[in-house]
């Protein structure tokens, strides 16, 4: 079992950063796939990063470039940081945990969730 509660979440102008945080509880975190989520209103979730137990990371097109997932195993911490932000990244973004052998950010891979953290960015 693990549970994750994401922060971080805020309002920042178009341009600016922020960097979300999501604490995980599980004996084995090192060994899982986390992945960020978001979700628009009125739209599908959306994968956007994915990192696996060495830290090999990928990337949506969306945000590539612009974003970057990093992993604490000994803090049990899972990090987006999101540069250069725009409007469009406007969201409620989520972390996952899964156990797949390729880790990527497809939704369906992914069997543990976070509640969500909003961010907000203003043109």
């Known amino acids: 079992q693990v549970q994750l509660m994401e922060s971080g979440g805020g309002s920042v102008q178009a341009g600016g950063s922020l960097r979300l945080s999501c604490a995980a509880t599980?004996?084995?975190?090192?060994?899982?796939?986390m992945g960020w989520f978001r979700q628009a209103p009125g739209k599908e979730r959306e994968g956007i990063a994915s990192?696996?137990?060495?830290?090999?990371?990928a990337y949506g097109d969306s945000v590539k470039g612009r974003f970057t997932v990093t992993r604490d195993n000994a803090k049990n911490t899972l990090y987006l940081q999101m540069n250069t932000l725009k409007p469009e990244d406007t969201a409620t973004y989520y972390c996952?945990?899964?156990?797949?052998?390729?880790?990527?950010?497809?939704?369906?891979?992914?069997?543990?969730w976070g509640q969500g953290t909003q961010v907000a960015v203003s043109s």
């Open positions: 996952a945990a899964g156990s797949a052998v390729w880790c990527l950010p497809r939704e369906y891979e992914y069997n543990y």
């Open positions: 990192i696996d137990s060495t830290s090999i990371t």
């Open positions: 599980a004996y084995t975190y090192s060994r899982y796939c």
